[in-house]
Structures are given as structure tokens and as C-alpha cells.
Nanobody
Framework: QEQLVESGGGSVQAGGSLRLSCAAS????????KAWFRQAPGKEREVVAA????????RYADSVKGRFTISRDNAKNTVALQMNSLKPEDTAVYYCAADMNQRMVVHTTIRSYDYWGQGTQVTVSS
């Protein structure tokens, strides 16, 4: 059964760093566009970053450009999100997602993504 499992969340002070990882099980989920979304309390889920199957195309939310980096290791079926210079407004539950319709075209809308992980909490204190 296809599954996405996030890890690496936690609590950190502003200015600190965290690295999230998403492990994909099931061959079909592994070979497609992946993204990280986040949802803060009382807010809508929003895209953070997305990456094509080859890793050659990446897209970022304006709020995280220059601070976050998305990458993937297809041999290990993992996608990572390196988060640096964290701010309190980065506090949210972070979700890994897969777009089962695309390998190369990277979308940033929620409706484009078919499989979701359970999420991992990131808390940034000031």
C-alpha cells in the first residue's frame, strides 16, 4: 500500500534549523512530483515547496525562498525539506504530498496532490 511518512519535526528557537524527511513506500508513489505543504492553526493549508521527479524543477512559496530547500533521493524514496532561519510564522503542521498525475510538471495547488502523509509538527518560538 502506498504511504508517505514524515519525520524530523520538533521545536526550535527563531533563527534555528530543522530538516524534515518524507519516506515513500510503494513504488507508484515514489516516482512522481512531491511537495511539502503546511497548515497553521486557523489557516488554510498552503504549499511550501515542490519538486519534480528528477529534481530538476523546484518551486517555493515566496515566504520561504532563500530559507528552505527541497530535495529528493529517488534511490532511497525520500524527499527532504531543509529549513533554515526559521521564524515563528513557520509554525505549522507540515505535510508531504505526492502528485500521482505528474513526474515533471510541478503544481502548487492542493487539488493537484493525491497522496498525503499524516503530518509532522514544527514549532518555532521567538
Amino acid at each position: 500500500q502506498e504511504q508517505l511518512v514524515e519525520s524530523g519535526g520538533g521545536s526550535v528557537q527563531a533563527g534555528g534549523s530543522l530538516r524534515l524527511s518524507c519516506a515513500a513506500s510503494g513504488r507508484t508513489v515514489s516516482n512522481y512530483v512531491k511537495a511539502w505543504f503546511r497548515q497553521a492553526p486557523g489557516k488554510e493549508r498552503e504549499v511550501v515547496a515542490a519538486i519534480s521527479w528528477t529534481g530538476g524543477t523546484t518551486r517555493y512559496a515566496d515566504s520561504v525562498k532563500g530559507r528552505f530547500t527541497i530535495s529528493r533521493d529517488n534511490a532511497k524514496n525520500t524527499v527532504a525539506l531543509q529549513m533554515n532561519s526559521l521564524k515563528p510564522e513557520d509554525t505549522a503542521v507540515y505535510y508531504c504530498a505526492a502528485d500521482m498525475n505528474q513526474r515533471m510538471v510541478v503544481h502548487t495547488t492542493i487539488r493537484s496532490y493525491d497522496y498525503w502523509g499524516q503530518g509532522t509538527q514544527v514549532t518555532v518560538s521567538s
